[in-house]
């Protein structure tokens, strides 16, 4: 079954423009797929699906464009610039604010740089949120984010 939603999911977001997850349940559900929320989080997430503008004030879920966006640390380094708005931290946790709907792109960059002392991201549309261990390595990841936006 989750071969076949996601095969639909990616023909679904290549016929229209798809700005939310629930969008996506109801055209799932009328080609017969019914799914929750939290299954089609996951499905975005593997399918790494991003949002990209389609106007001034609205975007829609599409699949990355491996031409434009190279991986690794310059990929990281140029959405960062692009993107960032500030950050701060407490803990063992960072707090990056990003432009409206660039919190995905830049949380994937993050997962995928591999840096050993960050256990994961959760991004929102303009927020992410950076778990750090151990969170003495903090001081160390914040300098390393500082690096990113010069």
């Known amino acids: ?50 949002k990209v503008p389609t106007g001034p004030d609205s975007y829609r879920y599409a699949r990355p464009q491996q031409i434009d966006h190279p991986r690794g640390h310059d990929r990281l380094r140029r959405l960062f610039r692009e ?24 949380a994937s960059a993050l997962d995928q740089v591999g840096w050993k002392d960050l256990m994961g991201t959760i991004a929102g549309d303009d927020t992410i949120l950076m778990i750090i261990k151990p ?12 690096e990113l936006l010069r």
């Open 1 to 50: 079954m989750k071969p076949l939603r996601q095969q639909a999911i990616l023909e679904i977001i290549a016929e229209k423009p798809v700005t939310t997850q629930s969008e996506l349940a109801k055209e799932l559900l009328a080609r017969g797929i019914k799914t929750t929320q939290a299954t089609i989080s996951r499905d975005i997430k593997e399918l790494q699906l991003v």
């Open 83 to 106: 993107n960032v708005v500030k950050f701060d931290y407490c803990e063992n946790l960072i707090l990056v604010k990003t432009m409206p709907g660039a919190a995905h792109n830049v």
């Open 135 to 146: 969170r003495e390595v903090v001081p160390q990841v914040v300098s390393r984010l500082e």
